[in-house]
């Protein structure tokens, strides 16, 4: 079974990067497998895509060295455990509003005696019935990892309790729902903002785990590294292709080119 870089990482206080990747080609993951980010965030809440497009893209990243973060929509346990079984190394959990609900995550993504859940071990996690079932068992309880996603007021009001639910690796704040449910849409430096980052960090220090959230840029990643988070999510596929045609273009248009933009 494949080591998370991820948990490595987090296990000697390492930051680590975590683009999202939106664009359903199996090329994007494995080229940017190949680059060696840390993880690839495929997300199953808000994308289109079925599970086995999951399956197929996953495959491709399993090329390169990157570790992949699943995110199934809220309440999807059954699918977080075939996102596991198709070989993802972590599970991103959105809106959990308490640390029972944090528990039932854990219940279903962990096998006994960490949780309850169910084995066929001939998935590629195993991969394919080549470990033998205690060893399959351990590892895939050893290298997977859960991110617990914090997006609303009431959430972050139970953010401590989360933190200390054994199985829990990471507590991600959300600010983009949080800011729309709290009444100030986008605003990142919104004084609730650094007011939430503080107390989600508190409580990940004291429960001895780590946090993030979305980093925008590499100044505001400083001020998560400041305040000991350590799991850093930033740009997408998307935003990579856009941002490199925009620099093909800008390139030539001293020579007198043009270019019909539609956006």
Avoid at 40 to 51: A, I, P
Avoid at 229 to 256: H, S, T, V
Wanted: with cysteine; aromatic share 10%.
């Amino acid at each position: 079974m494949r080591t998370s870089k991820i948990k490595a990482k987090l296990r000697r206080n390492e930051p680590v990067l975590v683009p999202a990747m939106h664009i359903n080609d199996p090329a994007v993951f494995e080229l940017a497998s190949l680059f060696g980010f840390d993880g690839l965030w495929l997300d199953m809440e808000h994308q289109s895509r079925s599970v086995e497009t999951a399956g197929q893209l996953l495959r491709a990243a399993r090329v390169g060295t990157s570790d992949v973060m699943v995110r199934c929509a809220k309440g999807e346990f059954l699918r977080l455990g075939r996102m596991l079984e198709i070989g993802a190394t972590g599970i991103m959990y959105p809106r959990c509003d308490n640390a029972a609900e944090a528990r039932e995550v854990v219940k279903w993504a962990k096998f006994a005696p960490l949780g309850t859940r169910g084995v066929d071990s001939a998935g590629a996690d195993n991969p394919y019935c080549t470990l033998p079932l205690v060893d399959y068992l351990k590892a895939a309880n050893d290298e997977t990892f859960l991110v617990i996603q914090i997006e609303d007021q009431g959430a972050l009001d139970h953010c401590e309790e989360m933190a200390k639910v054994p199985g829990v690796d990471v507590l991600f704040f959300g600010p983009g729902d949080y800011s729309i449910l709290s009444g100030f849409p986008g605003q990142w430096d919104h004084p609730k903002i650094m007011e939430a980052m503080q107390r989600i960090a508190a409580a990940a220090k004291s429960a001895g785990i780590h946090w993030g959230m979305p980093a925008f840029n590499p100044e505001f990643a400083k001020k998560i590294y400041d305040l000991g988070g350590r799991f850093l999510a930033n740009g997408c596929d998307q935003q990579m292709i856009r941002a490199g045609m925009e620099d093909l273009q800008n390139k030539y248009k001293p020579l007198g080119l043009t270019f019909d933009r539609k956006f």
